[in-house]
């Protein structure tokens, strides 16, 4: 790969003149710059868009997801949300403190769970939001700190109001953190986190603490201050990157063929990294 500029007559390489280097440099750049015939196909086009056609979800990387993830589908679907809500509610109701609290066999329990239902995929998204933002590194539970700052952003502490204050905060988040069961000990949890059935705890604990007590005279019992405080100051007071939906972002960045592509070529590298930080 020689400079033409510095070979020689004498060179075996050199087999023309430097006019006949720059019109062949000439001609080069023509051919490589006119385009195709209206009535030719451009051949990488047509392979790009063969292969585009010949991709399915199924056949992609992500196509064990439909099997592994508790969904069994490719997508977060409501049934998934609704089977998880039973499951966190079972287990609040198997708490004495929040049974007391919220009865699952009395009236008031299953028109705040059906409130909360309506609401349960936001509360899940800005649950593992919020679970990794301090100093905890699991979307699966979350600290004070963690806890302290959802409820800051969403505008909950108030200095005048009596039961609305930064230590009320605290006290409902060691309320709802309480493990009177072993089911804590079975689900690995500590006193120290709140897990998902627990964050839902504190959110209708929150929601008496902020609009019950007779605060509000349009509120009157616990469902009427679950539903206000998830409609007019939790939802609301989010930031939009907490509630994000993942299903949009799956339709249309991560389950396409160039992501497929991308994803597949690095495989390796990115199941090492999994195995090794996981």
């Known amino acids: 790969d020689k400079d033409v500029t510095q070979l020689g007559e004498s060179d075996a390489a050199w087999r023309c003149t430097m006019d006949d280097w720059n019109i062949l440099k000439d001609l080069e750049t023509e051919v490589l710059c006119e385009p195709l015939p209206v009535d030719m196909p451009d051949p990488d086009a ?9 991709w399915t979800l199924k056949l992609s990387i992500f196509g064990p997801r439909a099997k592994e993830c508790d969904a069994r589908d490719y997508f977060e679907t409501s049934s998934i949300f609704h089977r998880m809500l039973d499951l966190d509610w079972s287990r609040l109701q198997a708490k004495r403190t929040f049974h007391k609290f919220c009865p699952g066999d009395q009236p008031v329990g299953p028109v705040v769970k ?3 239902q309506v609401h349960y995929e936001q509360l899940c998204r800005a649950y593992g939001y919020y679970s990794v933002m301090g100093n905890g590194l699991k ?9 302290t700052h959802l409820c800051t ?8 109001s009596k039961h609305c204050k930064l230590k009320d905060v605290d006290g409902i988040f060691v309320t709802a953190a309480f493990k009177d069961t072993d089911e804590g000990k079975r689900l690995g949890l500590d006193r120290k986190t709140l897990g998902r059935h627990e964050f839902v705890e504190a959110m209708v604990r929150l929601s008496e ?7 509000r005279p349009d509120v009157t019992d616990l469902p009427g201050a679950v539903l206000v405080f998830c409609r007019d100051l939790l939802l609301p007071g989010l930031p939009p990157e907490s509630v994000l939906d993942a299903n949009a972002f ?13 994803l597949r070529a690095h495989k390796p590298l990115l199941l090492g990294l999994f195995a090794w930080y996981g």
Not at 139 to 145: C, H
Not at 209 to 215: C, L, N, S, T, V
């Open 46 to 54: 047509a392979a790009g868009a063969a292969l585009v056609a010949d």
């Open 114 to 116: 059906a409130i909360i």
């Open 139 to 147: 979307d699966d539970s979350m600290q004070l700190n963690e806890f």
């Open 153 to 160: 952003n969403v505008g909950f502490p108030d200095k005048a």
């Open 209 to 215: 603490a902020k609009f019950g007590y007779g605060q």
């Open 250 to 262: 799956r339709r249309t960045q991560l389950y396409t063929p160039d992501a497929d592509a991308v």
